[in-house]
């Protein structure tokens, strides 16, 4: 069940690396919603993407 907290959209993040070590992302430490960095020819998606709450 979704908190009030993550609801408004103010998730817990943890930083989390996939099963075969090969790719980077957050997951919201009470309802588990990923957080995927964008993707594209960029390939710098900025300083604050692994940033705080």
Known sequence: MRT?????SLHDWEKVSSEDGT???RRCRRCQKHDYPPTGS???YGAGTFGGS
């Open 42 to 44: 960029a390939g710098n």
């Open 23 to 25: 790719g980077r992302f």
């Open 4 to 8: 009030l907290r993550c609801l408004l």
